[in-house]
């Protein structure tokens, strides 16, 4: 059974928010180092769609993997993009404490409780920040 990682999820992200184009697809990815064709990207890539943060530009399912019944996997380049929830969610995860508080008190948890506390803990430290400048 494979596990977030959350810094794969973290790298991923902000790969594809770095993309020069508002859309990017596999082949930019595995430019930006990020190997397309192993389970790793998969299983993250699958959980990123499945929650919204990543979607095709046609807004038609999937990511461009097709696996046929003997397990062979398939590839088409489909433009994709980062969606509105995915550029809050690497937003909140570039934050320093929001990311130090991840990676030490949530470091096992899913991609959708990780998106629920780095926004709560990314208001809350706006918040704070907020009521410093206004006193």
């Not at 590839?75 to 937003?91: C, D, K, N, S, Y």
């Not at 948890?109 to 780095?118: K, P, R, Y």
Request: aromatic share 12%.
């Amino acid at each position: 059974m494979m596990k977030v990682d959350i810094d794969y999820v973290k790298n991923l992200l902000e790969a594809c928010e770095a993309m020069p184009e508002p859309t990017f697809d596999i082949e930019a990815l595995k430019a930006a180092g990020i190997e397309y064709d192993d389970d790793e990207f998969v299983f993250h890539m699958q959980y990123l769609d499945d929650l919204g943060f990543i979607e095709r530009e046609d807004k038609d399912p999937g990511f461009g993997l097709t696996r046929s019944l003997d397990g062979f996997k398939s590839w088409a380049v489909l433009p994709l993009r980062l969606t509105a929830r995915g550029h809050q969610f690497i937003e909140a995860l570039r934050n320093k404490e929001v990311w130090a508080t991840i990676k030490t008190g949530f470091r096992d948890a899913s991609i959708e409780t990780l998106w629920g506390v780095s926004k709560k803990l990314l208001e809350s430290y706006t918040e704070k920040k907020l009521q410093s400048i206004l006193g």
